[in-house]
């Protein structure tokens, strides 16, 4: 060891440059990748902070060395730095200025034949990606997107704690919720039979620690559900900025998280443009009739028109049937399109029929006005022009049309704003779009039971408070209830909460559960609000979410460090796993394994 140095390392690869001309370093890293240019080998050391080039020639005693270490092997170098000649300086580089000459070679840790290359841009499955995952994370765009993902949580941080946030932990053991997803469960030793939760969501804690005289709450929140995967949404667990505040109204939530969620976007947006405060505030009527979701992409400029009363006594008979039996009509219109080929039109149609419509009608207004397609040639003028006022189009255009039961119209009418929105190209990209969905109803109906159920969270405020409840039919009550969505992606949702125990009770009885349950899973709630409960209210965006639009990937376990596959399994630990009879045991359980079908 040269006295005085580091054994590992005096720079990181990213450091160097000509200023360190003629200095002797040491580094230490993985060998990315190497090259033999006959006498000389250059080998291409890479530590979490970049790339820097080594250079070794065939007189030295160490090339053989050199020559045999595998990719991916770990190994420090001590060597003087060279400036490149300036027809081999590397621009692309940071430290492409230089190259160090390796003196002295020690190997930290040799690699085995590698299952998936570090180097390069070759795609892998997600088998073998997550199965050998600490590979995978040394390549350079998860490294980029689990350095992004750190970089935001620190902003929050940074931000939250600005703001007068104060930041808790709240328990990861706690009692199971009748509401929501479904519970993970893990056994007490301590008392046989029964079970602790991990938390879906900090929720009573969060409102409890307002009833507790803290005024402003928030926590990067590990939440634990036994959901299914999606390409938005990891199954087990994931994070979360929750928030919650004292004495405020819906408008003071949204004034709080705005320049937090526009100012974490604006800091790492990398070019795009962000929604400046105040955000959009849709109703969710309102939302679901323009737009068909209550989780809209406000970058596609489509609206969603209602034109149910204009093909009400029409003469398109397929329509206007429809209509008496208690269907309506969406109207979508495609700006531009009436130049499109009938190829255009007849995709659209059996894209329709795919997804189990029975087709796609529509309407082409030709540059010079005049209407044509089948619909067009059934249609009185008079409807094709009430048609035509109603759903903004203007010549040159061309409109669609959606006739289905109210739920289905509206999920069926939404998947044709977006299809419409993509085959003509019309979404603004580099481009944050934020906005709040408001006013939610309270109630829903099981589609299922077609019982009263919660639609959002069981501990909002409903509005109109108590009154609302006793005078108001169910899915007529609307809750301070809302969700932050952006470019499509809902962020989370929140609400105005209730801190009534009278209102609570009611609130909970039309939906089915009596006092008494209210008590055994809430009853720490509840005794909060018998002695003093603030107005309270809050939020809670998802971390993962946010992380996974600012890093432009398509699927949330690209910015997770260790995701869960799509059936809830870690390929890379072998979770879940089975335990032996012992801890079984100690926990009072015994396996109940479904029976195998027999064919």
Request: aromatic share 10%; hydrophobic share 40%; with cysteine.
């Amino acid at each position: 060891m040269i006295e005085g140095m580091h054994p590992y390392r005096t720079h990181t690869c990213a450091e160097l440059n000509a200023k360190n001309n003629g200095q002797l370093v040491r580094l230490s890293g993985w060998v990315h990748s190497k090259r033999d240019h006959g006498n000389l080998l250059f080998l291409d050391l890479r530590d979490q902070f970049g790339l820097t080039q080594c250079v070794i020639d065939i007189s030295s005693e160490l090339f053989q060395a050199v020559e045999d270490i595998r990719p991916e092997s770990v190994v420090t170098i001590t060597g003087n730095v060279l400036k490149r000649s300036n027809d081999t300086v590397n621009p692309s580089l940071g430290t492409g200025e230089i190259e160090v000459s390796i003196q002295k070679l020690t190997i930290e840790s040799h690699a085995e034949l590698l299952p998936m290359q570090v180097a390069g841009d070759q795609e892998y499955g997600e088998d073998i990606r997550l199965r050998f995952r600490f590979l995978d994370l040394r390549r350079k765009q998860m490294q980029k997107n689990i350095l992004l993902r750190n970089n935001v949580i620190s902003s929050i941080r940074r931000r939250m704690t600005k703001a007068g946030f104060i930041e808790f932990q709240t328990p990861i053991l706690t009692a199971s919720s009748p509401e929501g997803a479904r519970d993970y469960l893990v056994a007490s030793r301590n008392h046989p039979g029964a079970f602790y939760a991990l938390p879906q969501a900090p929720q009573q804690f969060k409102q409890l620690l307002m009833m507790s005289g803290f005024d402003k709450y928030f926590q990067i929140a590990p939440c634990f559900r036994d959901e299914d995967a999606r390409a938005d949404r990891s199954p087990g667990e994931f994070y979360q900025l929750d928030v919650e505040m004292a004495f405020v109204t819906q408008d003071d939530v949204f004034d709080a998280l705005e320049p937090v969620l526009a100012g974490v976007f604006k800091e790492f947006a990398n070019g795009h443009t962000v929604s400046s405060p105040p955000f959009p505030r849709i109703p969710y009527k309102e939302s679901m009739l323009k737009y068909g979701t209550d989780k809209p992409d406000l970058r596609n400029p489509i609206t969603i028109y209602d034109l149910t009363e204009a093909f009400k006594d029409s003469s398109f008979t397929l329509f206007s049937k429809g209509i008496e039996k208690g269907a309506v009509v969406r109207a979508i219109p495609a700006m531009g399109a009436a130049n499109r080929p009938r190829s255009f039109f007849d995709k659209l149609n059996d894209w329709a029929r795919a997804e189990g419509a029975g087709g796609l009608g529509y309407i082409v207004f030709e540059p010079s006005g005049e209407a044509r397609g089948p619909i067009a040639k059934i249609l009185e003028s008079s409807c094709i022009d009430e048609i035509k006022d109603k759903a903004c189009i203007k010549n040159g255009d061309a409109v669609f049309f959606v006739c289905q039961p109210l739920r289905l119209a509206e999920s069926f009418s939404s998947l044709v704003r977006e299809r419409i929105c993509n085959e003509l190209e019309l979404r603004s990209t580099n481009e944050f779009s934020f906005c709040w969905i408001t006013d939610y109803p309270m109630y829903e109906l099981d589609d299922e039971t077609q019982k009263i159920q919660f639609s959002h969270n069981p501990f909002s405020m409903p509005q109109g408070g108590l009154k609302a409840l006793e005078t108001l039919p169910p899915l007529e009550i609307l809750a301070y209830q809302y969700d932050i969505v952006c470019n499509g992606i809902e962020l989370s949702s929140g609400a105005i909460r209730n801190h009534r125990p009278d209102i609570m009770v009611k609130a909970f009885n039309i939906a089915g559960y009596d006092k008494k349950v209210l008590e055994e899973k809430f009853g720490g709630m509840l005794r909060a609000f018998q002695y003093g409960a603030p107005p309270h209210g809050g939020s809670a965006p998802g971390i993962d979410r946010m992380v996974m639009l600012l890093a432009n990937e398509p699927n949330i376990r690209e910015v997770i460090a260790f995701p869960l596959n799509q059936q809830a399994e870690c390929l890379l630990t072998g979770a879940p796993s089975k335990v032996d009879d012992n801890q079984l045991q100690l926990l009072n359980l015994k396996i109940s394994l479904p029976k195998k079908e027999t064919s």
